[in-house]
């Protein structure tokens, strides 16, 4: 099945940082990409998107601490989230639309703890 995949997940204390990488394969990559995150018990929400064009757009709870961006050579979307607060944890997954389509990644952990 083709679909991106996420890795960088991991554990940070409170005002640290991180960053997610996904990496799609050459024929779906391309077109719009977010990164969604889902909180056990909370709904998936989108959190950060990106433009072929490299427009950015964020979710309010993670504007001016998160950076969304992309390496097309690379076939790479990034999410550089930093000053990260207890509210961040979650399972961040990828989404590529990619004509018409979306291909999903299975995610990657996030813990925030002290």
């Known amino acids: 099945q083709v679909q991106p995949v996420e890795s960088g997940g991991g554990m940070v204390q409170p005002g640290g940082s991180l960053t997610l990488s996904c990496t799609a394969p050459?024929?779906?990559?391309?077109?719009?990409a977010t990164w969604h995150r889902q909180a056990p018990g909370k709904e998936r929400e989108e959190v950060a998107g990106?433009?072929?064009?490299?427009?950015?757009d964020y979710a309010d709870s993670v504007k001016g601490r998160f950076t969304i961006s992309r390496d097309d050579a690379n076939n790479t979307i990034y999410l550089r989230m930093n000053n990260m607060v207890l509210e961040d944890a979650a399972v961040y997954y990828c989404k590529i639309r990619h004509v018409g389509f979306d291909y999903w990644g299975q995610g990657t952990q996030v813990t925030v703890s002290s």
């Open positions: 050459a024929s779906i990559f391309g077109g719009w």
């Open positions: 990106i433009s072929i064009q490299g427009y950015t």
